[in-house]
């Protein structure tokens, strides 16, 4: 990037310098494998050369014990919910992310503010307002989308454990059967996801395949993004 | 786009065209605002007084108050690790869950909402820290607007004398000091609050907020604001005889959001004085 572009009006205290560095952002539904790739990549990078910095949701040194409590009650709302992440999410932006880009490193983030913008649709909070609180977010120089179809998620998150209230969407579905609910929460999202990506430019990944091939498809599209790295 | 049908369909405001009832509730939303020691805490609590007195169903609640997020806040306030925008955003996030399990909930059933500071206050400061105002106004646009909205004015002494001679120290983000405008921390809050005050000025017209003298005596400053609220008043919600717990029960209104009312009437001397 080497000029910070936001999506919209430009926040207050980090505007202004250069920033050298390159925003990668992985995005997915949960269980599609992007914190193995992640970890894949930050060891290819460094192996290359590469001061790398990885940061993802419910990460940030203000908010991230405060969702995970309010998560743990019943009476958090979807629009509560999102503008909680929205503060964890600028923390870690201004905090991290931002001073990375500035000193030429890799920010790798898992997660970014589409996941946020997904799960808030499903539960019907406007898109329109959702992007309009988002506007801050800096434009990240690729999107990388792990898509999978729900039928392949539900395997591979029962594999490491069990269903979760806020993954099978149990805050807003009501339904008894929590296997249902899961699909109908998790195809929802998908939904969104792939919407999200036309509107954003996704560079959309199959994540069906194996985590090889995942892996090398992604290698790709981070070696395009890193072009002209540090030529100045 | 999907949308899967819960039991919580989200109602923004006019701005997305989305508001619950189209914004027409049966109940009353009063809102209080002005810088610290403006006295408006003081002219709110003597309101809701007299509301019970008349035994209408009250619901009070305060800036920064949800039981969900202000320990964050609190958090953040304490380690200094609010910035401008993490100080506007974790307190919207307060505001909103306010909006869903107090504030809402409370004026759909009738009563009368009482708040201690709303949006104007993040408004202002956020504003004054140098947060893009539009997008303050988009963001907040899933408050409900209130019925009535009174601005204490009251020129910066008299606000420092009065916090002076009462209440606690002056906080690190009270006074502005995250701002780096002066280290002395009096010297800071003068032109953080002086900041807040051109903030006010500015909105009581685009929101139309009644302003009230705020250096009058108490009981005047009352008096003023009882005559505003009295015509709102006609329908209000009124406990008969059943206890006022009964009456909020009926109303759907319960749990811990709720404060137990004021139990106590004024004094004669409080009456006398109004």
Same mark, same amino acid.
């Given at each position: 990037?080497?000029?910070?572009k ?8 980090v ?25 894949m ?6 192996a ?15 908010a ?9 009650g ?38 970014y ?9 499903v ?9 309009d ?14 898509d ?44 969104e996801?792939?919407t ?9 990944i ?5 985590v ?16 002209g790295?540090?030529?100045? | ?12 405001g006019?701005r997305?065209?989305?508001? &619950?009832?189209?914004?027409?509730? &049966?109940?009353?939303l ?7 020691g ?5 002219q ?8 019970n ?15 969900i ?10 380690e200094?690790?609010?910035? &401008?925008?993490?100080f506007?955003?974790?307190?919207a ?6 909006v ?11 009563a ?8 104007y206050?993040?408004f ?10 539009d ?20 020129p ?17 983000y ?14 800071s ?6 900041r807040?005050?051109d903030?006010?000025d500015?909105?009581?017209?685009e ?8 250096t009058?005596?108490?009981?005047v ?19 008969r005889?059943q206890?006022?717990?009964?009456a ?5 209104l319960?749990?811990r ?10 004094t ?5 004085d109004?």
């Amino acid at each position: 990037m080497d000029e910070i572009k936001f999506y919209g009006h430009t926040p207050p205290s980090v505007a202004g310098e250069p920033t050298p560095g390159r925003l990668i952002v992985i995005e997915g539904t949960d269980g599609v494998g992007r914190s193995t790739q992640i970890g894949m990549l930050q060891e290819w990078l460094e192996a290359e050369g590469y001061a790398v910095t990885v940061t993802g949701f419910r990460r940030s040194e203000l908010a991230a014990t405060g969702i995970n409590r309010a998560m743990r009650g019943n009476t958090l709302d979807a629009l509560t919910l999102n503008l909680f992440y929205a503060t964890d999410f600028w923390d870690r932006l201004e905090k991290n992310i931002v001073p990375a880009l500035r000193t030429g490193m890799v920010a790798l983030v898992d997660r970014y503010i589409f996941s946020i913008i997904a799960r808030a649709r499903v539960r019907g909070v406007p898109a329109r307002w959702l992007n309009d609180v988002f506007e801050f977010a800096v434009v990240p120089d690729r999107v990388l989308y792990l898509d999978v179809d729900v039928e392949q998620l539900l395997p591979r998150v029962l594999a490491v454990r069990q269903l979760d209230h806020w993954e099978s969407g149990e805050d807003f579905l009501r339904g008894p059967d929590l296997h249902d609910n899961f699909i109908r929460y998790q195809s929802a999202l998908l939904q969104e996801f792939r919407t999200l990506a036309e509107e954003h430019n996704f560079v959309t990944i199959d994540a069906r395949g194996s985590v090889g091939d995942v892996f090398e498809a992604l290698q790709a599209e981070v070696r395009e993004a890193l072009k002209g790295m540090g030529d100045a | 786009m999907t949308r899967l049908q819960g039991h919580l369909a989200y109602k923004m405001g006019d701005r997305y065209g989305m508001h &619950p009832d189209d914004g027409e509730y &049966p109940g009353t939303l009063i809102i209080v605002e002005g810088i610290d020691g403006s006295g408006k805490s003081t002219q709110i609590d003597l309101l809701q007084k007299w509301l019970n007195s008349r035994n209408l169903v009250t619901v009070f609640t305060e800036w920064n108050s949800s039981p969900i997020v202000r320990r964050t806040t609190k958090r953040g306030k304490t380690e200094e690790l609010l910035t &401008p925008m993490s100080f506007s955003l974790i307190h919207a996030a307060d505001f909103a869950s306010r909006v869903h399990a107090q504030i809402l909930p409370a004026l759909r059933a009738g009563a009368t909402v009482l708040a201690d500071r709303y949006v104007y206050t993040a408004f202002a400061r956020d504003s004054a820290r140098g947060v893009n105002r539009d997008w303050l106004r988009r963001i907040y646009s899933f408050a409900v607007q209130p019925t009535l909205g009174l601005y204490f004015k009251v020129p910066l002494d008299v606000s420092i004398q009065r916090i002076n001679a009462g209440r606690e120290e002056l906080g690190y983000y009270e006074s502005g000091q995250d701002m780096g405008f002066s280290n002395d921390r009096e010297e800071s809050f003068r032109i953080f609050q002086g900041r807040l005050l051109d903030e006010y000025d500015a909105m009581t017209e685009e929101f139309g907020l009644m302003t009230i003298d705020a250096t009058q005596p108490i009981a005047v400053q009352q008096q003023l604001v009882r005559r505003y609220v009295e015509p709102l008043l006609e329908d209000a919600m009124a406990v008969r005889g059943q206890s006022l717990p009964e009456a909020l029960g009926k109303a759907g209104l319960s749990g811990r959001y709720i404060r137990p009312p004021m139990s106590r009437r004024p004094t004669e001397q409080e009456v006398a004085d109004l």
